[in-house]
């Protein structure tokens, strides 16, 4: 379990410059500093591919420090507990997740009746994102694919051609059999550990661009993962009939995902970010992108970390996106209204009537009550360890 170190004094100061202006003045915000913050979910909550790596909640879910639950963390002075994991199924809410480095225990075993605020992505591992974007991996813009297979890659002229078979689209019908029950028994379950808590849903981004937003050359968004079998850097190695097939499932994904939030009831909120990221997917240009695009590993059979995943301009977007609704959620409490001078009664006016000499003993009462209040305060005061 991690919490936020009261010396991540750096971390703050880069939370603050990477988050929009609404949430730029959180650290003054008092109905947030303190709240108990628990982070939920996968690599596109943990930050997959940025630096530092925090080891949490084991090093083999390679935790970025920069993820936009630290980020919140540190604006807001939350008390946070992030047990985000690359590759976790909305099933790990609930079942241990084995990693490359170590056995994560079930997400929700972090909440309890005292969580403020969850914040969780879920949903892309239970559908296979990993899997379909290794088979769509092309040669050129009109194929052939990886594939499924192997021992026999490169058959098969687009991934579209191997997910739907004979009419039926495997990916829309593993998203209705498997995924979307995935979603609601994951969020279910955060509801009965976390009974008081806000939780909020964020959406994946979009990773393929629709078709306002792809070029219209011939080879549409398509560049080559390699260059003399040397990997290229921010590749978009996907054919012109997949980016429009790929766009589709991650749209019905999007869809189910928000159903499923609407559906867990009250204190669940949806955070879209896939429409207002469709211009900035992996097929923007580089300068433009929040998701990463593709670079190979030296290996050629696997991608470095951070393929395919929101970039450090696209985790800061995500972290501007749920700002201001954390402010929504906990607002300021309003300042007390004004109080009229009371009129002088006959006491004070017969106070007044016989000179001076009383005022001095009220005054030093008012002063040992300042002075009392003071030490009560002083008493009662304590440095809070925020994260």
Not at 21 to 49: F, I, K, M, W
Not at 241 to 264: K, N, R, S
Not at 315 to 325: D, E, N
Request: glycine share 8%.
């Amino acid at each position: 379990m991690m919490t936020m170190a009261a010396g991540s004094a750096a971390l703050a100061v880069a939370a603050l410059v990477a988050i929009p202006a609404t949430a730029n003045a959180a650290p003054q915000d008092t109905a947030l500093a303190g709240l108990q913050y628990v982070a939920l979910g996968d690599s596109y909550s943990a930050g997959y591919g940025l630096t530092p790596l925090t080891g949490e909640p084991v090093p083999g879910c390679a935790q970025a420090a920069v993820d936009y639950p630290h980020q919140l963390a540190a604006a807001y002075d939350l008390d946070l507990t992030d047990v985000t994991c690359a590759g976790a199924w909305a099933t790990n809410m609930t079942t241990p997740q084995v990693t490359p480095a170590g056995t994560a225990d079930p997400q929700v075993d972090a909440l309890s009746a005292d969580t403020d605020i969850v914040t969780v992505t879920l949903g892309g591992n239970d559908l296979g994102f990993a899997d379909v974007a290794a088979a769509c991996l092309a040669l050129s813009p009109t194929g052939p694919v990886a594939g499924t297979n192997p021992s026999d890659p490169f058959q098969a002229s687009n991934c579209e051609s191997i997910f739907v078979q004979s009419g039926v689209d495997t990916l829309a019908q593993r998203l209705a059999d498997v995924v979307v029950p995935d979603i609601a028994a994951g969020l279910a379950a955060i509801r009965a550990k976390a009974p008081n808590a806000q939780v909020f849903v964020v959406g994946y981004p979009a990773i393929t661009p629709d078709a306002d937003h792809t070029p219209t050359g011939p080879a549409g968004c398509w560049t080559t993962p390699l260059d003399n079998l040397q990997p290229v850097p921010d590749s978009f190695p996907f054919t012109t009939t997949d980016v429009p097939y790929l766009h589709q499932i991650e749209e019905e994904l999007d869809l189910a995902v928000q159903a499923q939030t609407a559906a867990a009831g009250a204190g669940f909120t949806y955070v879209p970010t896939f429409e207002a990221t469709l211009a900035h997917s992996a097929c923007a240009p580089a300068d433009e992108q929040y998701v990463e695009g593709v670079t190979l590993a030296s290996d050629l059979t696997s991608a470095v970390p951070g393929s395919l995943h929101p970039n450090a301009t696209g985790v800061a977007f995500i972290a501007g996106q749920l700002a201001p609704l954390f402010e929504a959620a906990f607002p300021a409490p309003a300042p007390p209204a004004p109080t009229a001078s009371p009129a002088p009664t006959s006491s004070a006016a017969a106070l007044a009537n016989t000179g001076s000499e009383p005022l001095l003993p009220l005054g030093l009462a008012a002063g040992a009550l300042l002075l009392g209040g003071l030490a009560a305060a002083s008493a009662l005061r304590r440095t809070r360890v925020g994260r």
